[in-house]
């Protein structure tokens, strides 16, 4: 079936099967940021924006995206790249896997939540997983991060 | 120094952070098949006959092949150096298969979806067998899991094929029996740690194609390109010259990459179709039909004279290595040397046990590597021992441990560094050891402190090697050429660091390139904690080399002898005042005839493993109603010689602190009656969340390897192994009953609780 999607900017239309997931459609369209970490919604690596939300690629039908508004890292690369080098400084990304979902979760995070606590931080990114880190230097990033003014 | 011992940022950090298609699966060619693997429904089953007729009729689908079409060599998928300890107890595809997710068939297609398809058309008719599930009852039992006579093993291990033992080993070293009778005190317990997933978040993953010449190449993400090359050209029966293993970025391993899961199957499907072929482990896949670490028993006795010191240290050791054996005999050996080797006060030690065979997912590597395991059992004995004779746990370990200078008992040899000691005192401090030990009753919670002390190895002694080329470039940059593969740990970045320090120049002056088999040199891989030891003096030796040929050439254009001759880095400086770069020395030597481009190269191995160490601090509150366990916060001390890159070691620690912490409290492997794993997803078997470590504080204590590449040993292993035991140690301060079984789960911990409601005493 045929939908129409907006993807970073951009309208296209895709041709997509009836069961195909969102995170296959965007690789299959070039977007390699987009990873699959579990199948089970427990990751949190898919992690891309619709209508501008944190919303996990794996768990959702590509054919509900017609007329959307779809965000990958991509879409952001200013933004993106600005806190992944407050992540890098921290030695913080490892093997890099789980960081382009991560880090569309963090800068959703900073335009929902203002001046959150380190509770509050933890808990939006609580579905976010990393098997490398053991999270404390993300958090170091993130709280950097969250302490620069636009 | 000038770069060693900075955070500099990774080399390659900011491409792999903002999602830039670097890894196995954004490499694809876009025409390669997809493959699937038919697997098995049974623990135990013999195939009497598969139809594939109707598969191979789905549209797309470009083969099916099963243990008929594959060749018959046995081989291990263990990555280890030729020639392997592990048994070569596996085919590709068998009329047997061992474990529910053992292969059957392979599948390849246009895409998934045929793929799939074609795989429910498969028609199995299995002969169930009876499996061997508990690896308790797995020696002698009726059921054997490797009835076939054509196993292989390189040494002998003690394999018993028909006693479903794996491997079997012994060390003794005094008189064990006699010392313990001679002990005061003799304290005794049964330990079990259970397997635990690598769970790295990108699952195992290759790609295949022909090149130009006809040859193989496969891309994979492994942490072993050489071996995995080795293991192709045996199990493929084809040349290793025939042969490429190109490894891209990493999305992780923890050992599970050590084992070469994923590579044979695309590789077979090129080899039979001519054409590009890739397969993708699912999580699901990931979980069942891959590797874990090996679950294991303990017995200990610890022996001790009324001060403290040990006298006598007995471990038996039962290792259950599932349905295939790799990495079966060395982690079996490792859980024993790199516990026992801590305590050198000792008179006599022993470490003996099988690993054996039980018909569920086979074992494997995994960070750690039996060091971990080891480290629960005889730590908790230890923190046992401290309370049998009314002493401080970490003044036990003071009184106890090795320490540098002094000759450990396992191996017999000199240790060379350690500053295990100032890792113990500084971190009672931070953690508030005096103030906290044992516990404080605060109503509906007890908060309580425990610890644990580890070591592990650098590289394996006398067998590892590793190769480094450092070029000279015609515009005066250099190319490492390395073989060792960065998993997400930074090590290409820690290994420019050491090639920049030797030729004092910029970070950004080195090209790093690894690992592709046909270009980089020789190295067996990043396993066994080498890389920074192992590669990093090769990279030393190779850079120190390149460093006295540029200055050796240089003299040569001055007519000055080189020893007149300085190198800062960036300029040659003669006797006579007279000046060259390092850019127009690097122009002149790749122009015109009789010249050459200089390059260094150098292999290192080393002939002992010098071991990093850690002491560790739990700090938890335990629920006295639900018995849940919350780590509020955990101190890691670590001597790894000298910390080649804080930012990058830091974050390692505190990762494999995380992953000691997920074995400790929450990572569970759970089969059903019938070998079904029904831990098979993130929903089921628990990673820790961000929520669930506390907070985790890493330090480091300095010491001088003088074998290590300025000073440096390991991190990567050493800092998974103290949170299970020190967490332990503290729920029994916390609650007054020992916990013997991993992970502490709040059912076990109020079991516990409960039953020994009277000896809420300290330790």
Known sequence: ?150 | MKIVGKGVAKIDGLAIATGKPLYTDDLVPANALTVKILRSPHAAARIKAIDTVAAESVEGVACVLTHKDVPQARFTLAGQTYPEPSPYDRLILEDLVRYVGDEVAIVAAADERAAQKALELIKVDYEVLTPVLDFEQAIDHPAVVHPETDLHCNFDIGHNRLRNIAATHKVEVGDVAAELAASAVVVEETYYTQAQAQAMMETYRAFSYLDHAGRLVVVSSTQIPFHVRRQLARALELPASRIRVIKPRIGGGFGGKQTAVAEIFPALVTLRTGRPAKIVYERRETFTATNSRHAMRFKVRLGADRDGLIRAIDVECLSDTGAYGEHAPTVFSVAGEKSLSLYNKARAVRYAGHAVYTNKLPAGAMRGYGATQGCFAVESAVNKLAGALGLDPSALRLKNIIRAGELDIYHNRILGSASLDRCIERGRELIGWDEKYPSRDLGGKVRAVGMAVTMQGSGIAGIDTASAEVRLNDDGNYTLLLGSTDMGTGSDTILAQMAAEVLQTPLDAIIVHAADTDVSPFDTGSYASSTAYVTGMAVVKAAGELREKIIAAAAGLMNAAPAEVTFDGAVLTGPAGDRLTLAELAQRSVVGPDRRQLAGYASHGSPVSPPPFVAGFADVEVDKETGKVELLDYVAVIDCGTVINPNLARVQAEGGLVQGIGLALYEDVRYDERGGLQTNSFMTYKIPSRKDVGAIRVFFEESYEPTGPFGAKSIGEVVANTPAPAIAHAVRNAVGAWLTRLPLTPEKVYAAMTKQPKERTCT
Request: charged share 25%.
């Open chain 1, 1 to 150: 079936m045929r939908i129409e999607v907006t993807i970073n900017g951009h309208k296209t239309a895709l041709e997509v099967a009836p069961d195909e997931i969102l995170a296959d459609t965007l690789r299959a369209a070039g977007f390699a940021s987009v990873r699959r970490g579990c199948d089970t919604t427990n990751c949190g690596l898919c992690t891309v924006w619709v209508d501008g939300r944190p919303t996990l690629s794996c768990a959702i039908l590509a054919a509900r995206m017609d007329g959307r508004d779809i965000t990958t890292i991509e879409g952001v690369a200013g933004e993106a790249e600005a806190f992944a080098r407050l992540l890098v400084a921290e030695g913080a990304e490892q093997c890099g896997f789980c960081s382009p979902g991560f880090i569309m979760t963090v800068l959703a995070m900073k335009r929902e939540l203002a001046d959150p606590t380190d509770d509050e931080i933890i808990h939006y990114l609580t579905g976010n997983l990393c098997r490398c880190t053991g999270y404390m230097g993300q958090l170091r990033a993130v709280k950097k991060f969250l302490e620069v003014r636009p």
